[in-house]
């Protein structure tokens, strides 16, 4: 009996130090008497942010915003129930990147329902109400999720695409934009941080736009040898970019174009198809713009990797009959930033070769910014409204 009695304490000793591993194995959580706001992120009624990280365990953590530059990372100061905070001042109205350096390990805000939409999420975002940005009470457009098969790249895929308030298919066909996103970002990435939908809504209830959709492929065509993430960053360039490039042009027009066409009741005129992306996307809208400038009447890279430093066949001799360019395209819109890293000698190379050619484009430099989307938001409200007049 007292060997049973012995086992069974043992037994139950057992259990008691496995749960203490176990509980001691769990991450700390706020005091529950707390309500949740008083540690999580939060726009404040003057338009002030308050930054705020639940980490009691760790020894330094900041808040980085925008580009991660020295005048960007701000630390911030814990207090006695392992609350950080960084107390933002009034900001203009405008939707904000961010992210936690904790301990020196980079951390999304868990306590915010907008990360941003990326192939590896690393960052989030926050609304500072106020601008072209909102949800307005204006009529709304339709965003539609489109699954298909692409037979150029062998696999289902998804495009967003954005209708106008009432749009039914019926009446004249609407002229098109397609627009591809930047790299590391997927195609949610133009619509919840670019705020496309937003953006045209507002724009075509002020009656500064025409009716048009908008198309949204995925820029990464993840095909056979083509996943951007077998690439070191060093080779992307040199080889991920032009394979990549080749494939999301073959199903541009391929698949895409020709779905679009059937799906819904739109222009098959060069005069009603636009063509624009930004970062990697504007190399695509480069590329797919070029080779194919008979399709296309309307082209714009917003700071776009370039042939500067991708070079490509068929956009090389396009520039070389800059006539043919010139008399085509009703508008070639190039942006960049001023302090761009990224694309900066990109853009100023094809900025050269168009100058160099005669060839007539549109260029906009955005000054004391980098490579981001206080660029890339305003350049696509102002090319848009530049579209099918």
């Not at 942010?49 to 639940?54: A, G, L, N, Q, V």
């Not at 430093?309 to 008399?327: C, K």
């Not at 906009?364 to 090319?383: C, I, S, T």
Request: charged share 20%.
């Amino acid at each position: 009996m007292k060997r049973v009695k012995s086992v069974l304490s043992l037994i139950a000793l057992s259990v008691c130090l496995s749960q203490q591993v176990n509980a001691s194995a769990l991450p700390d959580t706020p005091d529950p008497a707390m309500t949740v706001q008083q540690y999580v992120t939060q726009v404040n009624a003057d338009k002030s942010i308050t930054f705020r990280y639940f980490a009691p365990q760790a020894k330094n953590v900041s808040v980085v915003i925008g580009v991660p530059t020295p005048d960007n990372i701000h630390p911030m100061v814990k207090d006695s129930a392992g609350i950080w905070t960084w107390q933002a001042p009034v900001m203009k109205p405008n939707l904000y990147e961010y992210f936690f350096n904790v301990d020196g390990v980079r951390s999304i805000d868990t306590g915010t329902a907008m990360p941003k939409p990326q192939r590896q999420v690393n960052s989030s975002m926050v609304l500072v109400p106020g601008s072209i940005l909102d949800v307005n009470p204006v009529p709304h457009g339709d965003l539609i999720a489109l699954t298909y098969h692409s037979s150029a790249l062998k696999s289902e895929r998804q495009m967003f695409v954005w209708t106008p308030p009432g749009y039914s298919g019926k009446g004249e066909p609407l002229p098109v934009l397609y627009f591809y996103h930047g790299f590391g970002d997927t195609g949610r990435s133009a619509i919840d941080q670019g705020r496309i939908a937003q953006m045209m809504d507002n724009l075509l209830a002020e009656g500064k736009i025409k009716p048009m959709l908008v198309v949204v492929p995925d820029t990464e065509t993840d095909a056979e040898g083509i996943v951007p993430e077998t690439f070191v960053p060093g080779e992307r360039r040199k080889v991920f970019y032009p394979l990549n490039a080749k494939a999301a042009d073959r199903e541009l027009m391929t698949d895409i174009i020709p779905l679009i066409s059937k799906r819904f009741n739109v222009r098959s005129d060069a005069d009603g198809r636009a063509l624009a992306g930004l970062s990697q996307g504007g190399y695509q809208a480069l590329v797919s713009g070029l080779n194919h400038l008979e399709s296309f009447r309307w082209l714009a890279t917003f700071s776009g990797v370039t042939t500067t430093t991708v070079p490509d066949a068929g956009v090389s001799a396009r520039l070389d009959n800059p006539q043919s360019i010139n008399a085509q395209l009703r508008n070639f819109t190039v942006v960049v930033g001023d302090r761009d890293m990224v694309t900066g000698k990109d853009i100023a190379g094809l900025k050269a070769e168009l100058e160099k050619r005669d060839i007539r484009f549109e260029y906009h430099e955005y000054p004391g910014l980098n490579h981001e989307m206080d660029v890339w938001r305003p350049a696509y409200a102002e090319f848009v409204q530049k579209l099918f007049k």
